[in-house]
């Protein structure tokens, strides 16, 4: 059974910093990609920072360029997404995806996590 467990969510003023984490269990048949994604009320889900595991090549939204990476640890199956420069339109569910589908920060995932919420306060 696969599963991925976000943490690292919380409350931060702006221009703070946070290290979101992603957990990872269970076999992933063709797993060569994961993404993370937030959704702030009444929006669509946008992909925020996606990573191939084969080239390493990472992508990010315009967004948040300059101010967020996405890092992967294999030996702890666990992706990171750390945001610094933290601004209040950040704030949102942050949710990471496994073995996506299409491009990496497209929504076409096989596999997600719960979520983490991520407030950021001016």
């Known amino acids: 059974q696969v599963q991925l467990v976000e943490s690292g969510g919380g409350s931060v003023q702006a221009g703070g910093s946070l290290r979101l984490s992603c957990a990872t269990s269970g076999y992933i048949d063709s797993w060569d990609c994961m993404g993370w994604f937030r959704q702030a009320p009444g929006k669509e889900r946008e992909g925020v920072a996606g990573l191939y595991f084969g080239s390493g090549g990472t992508y990010y939204a315009d967004s948040v360029k300059g101010r967020f990476t996405i890092s992967q640890d294999s030996v702890k199956n666990t992706v990171y997404l750390q945001m610094n420069s933290l601004k209040p339109e950040d704030t949102a569910m942050y949710y990471c995806?496994?073995?996506?589908?299409?491009?990496?920060?497209?929504?076409?995932?096989?596999?997600w996590g719960q979520g983490t919420q991520v407030i950021v306060s001016s």
């Open positions: 995806a496994a073995a996506c589908r299409g491009w990496v920060l497209d929504p076409l995932y096989g596999y």
